[in-house]
Structure formats: C-alpha cells, structure tokens
C-alpha cells in the first residue's frame, strides 16, 4: 500500500510571515487522516512544523502516522527548512514514540500542577521583595544569555537564538518592571538576596517566566521556596493552575518541579532535516 499526502488547500501566507498548508493522509488515494504543515512563527522559515496530524482511529497502529510524517519531511526540505519540530502531549504516549523512532529529540517540555485556595507560605527566614531597576538590567542581560545558551545546546542556531530571545523580551516585557500583569521578585533569605523570580499570567494560568536561585545559595532549598512563592502569587492572583518550561537535561530543575507535584502536559521535540 502506498501512503501519501494528498493538498486540501493552497499554500497559506499567514500576515506573521509564515506559511502552512493542509493534507490529507491517504493510502491507495483513500483518506486515512490529516495533516497540517507550517513554519515557525519565532524561527521563520528556516523551521517547519507539524502543527497537527491525525489518523483515522480504525487506520490507527498500522505505520501510516510515520509515513505521513516522513512525507511531512519531504516537504518541508522542498520550502527550504533546515529543522523541524512537533508538539506531543504527554497523554499521546503512542505519538510520543513513534517522534522518537523517527530520530525526535525532546528539547524542552511543559509541565504543570493544579493551586488550592491557600497559598504555601515560605520558610522561616525568607521573603520575598519587589526587583529593583537597578537589579532588573542585568537581570534582564543574563537571562537572555541564558535563553541563547539553552536554544544552541538544543540545535538552534546561535544567531537566530539570539534574534528570539531579544524578540521574546520586547514582545512579553515591553514596558520592562512596569509591564502590565508581570511579577519581577526577588527572594531574600535573612537578608541576603537568593534568588529572583519572574512570574505572571498566561492562557488562564499561572506561569513561571523564569526562575533563578543566586550561584552563591544554591544547594540550601531556595529554589524550592522560589517555587512555592510562585505559587502563592498565582493562588493570590486567583488562577486555578501553575505551568512552567524546562528544558531537558535540566536534571535538578525536573527533580525539584517533579517533587513539588508538577506534571508533564506537553512535549517539545525536533529534528534536523540537513
């Protein structure tokens, strides 16, 4: 049987400079599912997506999501794309798997955790305070660094990690500390700044931007108390949920989320296509 992807729609030019394209997935010229194919909003066109594939449930378990897949491939080297990624939820063990067969490297993962009515409250000793301006700059200058470190180590070009994260900087925190909904803290522990935290709302949740315990402290549970003072913020903002980015190979980071009760939604992977 023959497995190919058959266009349902001309190729869309989207008002963000990206372009996507819909397919149906079919075996012998029968329909067997979808797919939906774009590039990347944050890295252009260099960066494909997949952005949805299904197979019908009675066509299921029978290779044909992996030939699509690889069709996918195909043709996204044919628009020029060097990488491209996908999306998994964590549920979608059998997708999950067959990313991985196909050479998919998890880069980094969402992971979340449902907030009570009562916020925890931090240990004896520690509180949290407002950053300061001049505390906010070269924060703002190492956590960028820190951005373009972690994209490289994954596969992403240095030049276009670059370009992202300073994109990313103006886009969530235009107006800096004064930046509407966001939450710039830092975290003291007998008077000594630890650690700093950047928190805030998104899609009905709380989000936990960027989270940082000082080089000096670490090894001493501040980070943990990071982690809870982020959950008291959403809990004081009332949001039902807290969610967070980390990206793999973060051993003691994943430890510390997985402790706390947090739980992996949702999967980030990509291939190189060179």
Known sequence: MTTTLRPTEPLQREADGTR???YQVCVNSRPVGAIHLGTS???GDSVAQILDLRIEEQDGRRGR???AALAAEE????WGCERIEASVPAAAEVALKMATNLGYVVRNRHMEKPLGDIAPELPAGSRARPMTEA???PWKALGTEAVVENWTERGVPEAQARTRALEGNAAMVPDGLATANMIFSVLEHEGNAVGTLWSGPRDGKAFVYD??????HRGKGHGRTLMLLAEAQGVAAGLPTIR???FAGNTPAERLYESLGYET?????????L
């Open 75 to 78: 043709v996204a080297r044919g």
């Open 65 to 67: 999501g992996t030939v």
């Open 211 to 216: 989270v940082e315990s000082d080089a000096r």
């Open 135 to 137: 505390e906010y700059g």
């Open 20 to 22: 996507s394209r819909r």
């Open 41 to 43: 909003p944050f890295f």
């Open 244 to 246: 967070l980015n980390v």
């Open 265 to 273: 939604v949702t999967y980030h992977l990509y291939k190189s296509l």
